[in-house]
Each structure stands twice: as structure tokens, then as C-alpha cells.
């Protein structure tokens, strides 16, 4: 069985691509479900699908998370993983289903679960707003905040991979594009534009069709306004995701064991260390997930901690994979050459 992807809300759980994408599991808000009833569902989803990955944007409640975090702790499972993304919400339901993608392919669930940080760079996420007035997830200058109280004035916000504003009009400078080929989704709110398929298509090469989803729910309080249409540029192609994912270095969690790409286990969230695994705290490499030594009263120390007396193992913080692009901690990628575009590779 693959690996089960649950979302925190429906918005996120887009159609599939096609008949082989598995499907999301929602998860009902924590004021809908009682704690007892969450539990159950997780337990279900574990005995079915043996692991859990759970996407939670950063945006949502602090309730969701803490019930994430509450279940996993009273379940006292190391079958569950909880990863947070910083993309809009139609950035992040991309996201999702690009995870759902690959959970139909051979990857363990420790690679499918730290995947989502490195997918999370191929996604160029943004809107076109009407204000800019109440926009606090995007630095936003002083002149482009009196510029929105305008009448008619709109801009062009790049939430990822790097963050960049422009006005719509004479003289606007364009948003960094995709340097490989990509599809784009559009979620239209109450603004009325045809700039996205106007300017965003041809400048950044868009191929086929462009496609519309229903405007997330978390939308107008993401972006600080229901004058919006909301965009995501993406990798469609489940052949380019897995060559992208598979070209990345596997490495093992010190902590639980789990296999994992880039240098953060996305199951216990503990960074990649070099060097030998602690005796007291860590688990022993070839014991079973979750086994913490615990013998003779010593304290069992946390993901990424080191025992008393013990230096602790170097840490290599992240590292530009292409010149100019986004810093990334996936330093292991190869080009990965995409189908009908001979000429481009993937950075």
C-alpha cells in the first residue's frame, strides 16, 4: 500500500491527475472532532496504510497543529509525519498533490515525507492583488503599501520560491520565471484580470493548457485581500518529479532511522549529523524506529541532542544548488533533462 498523504483542510486535496494518483485523506478541524475520534481516524490510516505523512501549512490555525501534534503524542507512534510548508494555499494543495504523485511510486516514506522541502523550490507560487495594504507574509516596501490605496492599482506578488512584488501596468518589472517547463493553475477571487494569462504565460513559457481551481478558503487571509487571482507554476510530469526526487542522496536518520533526502528527517524533524551515533539518547543504527536506550536511568535525549561530554557532530547548513536560484540543502541534484524541451534542464 503507498504511503497515506492527509491534509488539514479540503481546500488542499486537489483532483487527481489522473486515475493513478493516490487519493488525500482530510482530516476534520479539531473544533469538529473530538480528540478521542482524531485518534481513532489516525489509528485507521496507520493500520491501513502502515505511515502517515500529514501536511500542515504554517498558515493554519494553531489548533490544527497542536491536535497533530497532541494525536502523535498520545498514540506514541513514530508512523507519523507532520511537515509544514510556507506556500500559499494553492502553492501548498500543488504541493499535495505532487506528494500524492510520488506516494503511487517506490519511494520509503522517509523520502517521500523529506521530499515535500526540495518540491517546494520547483513552485513558483503567487497572486495578482488589488491592495497590498494588509500583505504581511511577502515583504512588502513602503512605496508599493501607499501605491495600493490607488484606485485601479494591482500587483503581481511572487510568494516563492523568492519573493518579489511588481505593479501591474506601464513599466512593471517582470517576475522571475521557471527556467524549465512548467504548467500553471489559477484560483480566481474577486478580482477581474486577465494578467496571468496575458503576461504570466508567455514570460514564463507555460505549456498547454492554463487550469483553474476553486480559490482556497485560507486565500483571502493568506494575501490580506479577497481581490486576488492566485497562481501556481509547477512541475506536472510524474517522470520528471521521480527522477528529481531519486537523484537526491539518501542518507538514514540518526535519530529514527528513516531513510531521508537533504539534511532534515521529515518524520522527527532531527538534522542530518556526520560521524558516529551517540550511545545514550540516539537510537543504535539497526534497531527499530523508535527505540530509544532509556537502560540505567540516564535521560533520554531528544532528536539532535548529544549525551553529556560529547561533541557534537557538524552541522553543514544549506547550500545554493544552482547559481542565482534559492538557497536549497539539497546539494546531491543532477540536471534532470524534460521531455519535449530538450534544450532546458531542470537547476
Known amino acids: 500500500m503507498p504511503t497515506a498523504i492527509a491534509v488539514t483542510s479540503a481546500d488542499l486535496a486537489l483532483p487527481p491527475t489522473d486515475p493513478g494518483t493516490p487519493h488525500a485523506t482530510v482530516l476534520p478541524a479539531p ?18 496504510y502502515g505511515h502517515v505523512v500529514v501536511v500542515c501549512p504554517t498558515s493554519a490555525p494553531p489548533a490544527v497543529e497542536q491536535r497533530l501534534r497532541a494525536v502523535r503524542a498520545l498514540l506514541e507512534s513514530d508512523r507519523i509525519a507532520l511537515v509544514s510548508t510556507d506556500l500559499p494555499p494553492l502553492g501548498a494543495a500543488v504541493l499535495v498533490r505532487q506528494l500524492r504523485q510520488l506516494a503511487g511510486c517506490d519511494f520509503s516514506p522517509g523520502v517521500l515525507a523529506s521530499a515535500a522541502r526540495l518540491l517546494a523550490h520547483y513552485i513558483y507560487a503567487g497572486a495578482v492583488l488589488g491592495s497590498v495594504s494588509r500583505l504581511d507574509r511577502v515583504p512588502v516596501s513602503l512605496g508599493s503599501h501607499l501605491k495600493g490605496w490607488l484606485p485601479g492599482a494591482h500587483f503581481a506578488v511572487l510568494a516563492g520560491p523568492t519573493a518579489q512584488i511588481t505593479r501591474v501596468g506601464s513599466g512593471e518589472v517582470a517576475l522571475p520565471g521557471p527556467e524549465f517547463t512548467t504548467e500553471l493553475l489559477l484560483a480566481r477571487g474577486q478580482l477581474q484580470t486577465d494578467w496571468p494569462t496575458t503576461t504570466l504565460v508567455p514570460g514564463w513559457r507555460i505549456q498547454g493548457a492554463v487550469l483553474e481551481a476553486p480559490l482556497p478558503e485560507a486565500s483571502p487571509r493568506w494575501w490580506g485581500t479577497g481581490k486576488l487571482v492566485e497562481f501556481a507554476a509547477y512541475l506536472p510530469d510524474l517522470p520528471v518529479l521521480y527522477q528529481l526526487v531519486s537523484s537526491v542522496r539518501r542518507e538514514t536518520c540518526h535519530w529514527c532511522a528513516m531513510d531521508l533526502i537533504g539534511d532534515r528527517c521529515g518524520f522527527c524533524g532531527s538534522p542530518l549529523q556526520t560521524g558516529a551515533v ?37 552541522y553543514h ?3 545554493t544548488a544552482h547559481p542565482g536560484r534559492p ?10 533533462n524534460v521531455q519535449g524541451n530538450p534544450t532546458r534542464a531542470l537547476p
Open 317 to 319: 547548513g544549506p547550500q
Open 31 to 48: 473544533e469538529t472532532q473530538s480528540l478521542d475520534a482524531s485518534i481513532a481516524d489516525m489509528q485507521q490510516l496507520i493500520a491501513r
Open 327 to 336: 538557497s536549497s540543502s539539497y546539494t546531491e541534484l543532477t540536471p534532470v
Open 278 to 314: 551517540p550511545e545514550q539518547g540516539g537510537r543504535a543504527l539497526g534497531s527499530a524506529p523508535g527505540e530509544g536506550r532509556r537502560d540505567g536511568g540516564t535521560r533520554a535525549l531528544g532528536p539532535g541532542a548529544q549525551p553529556d561530554g560529547a561533541h557534537p557532530a557538524p
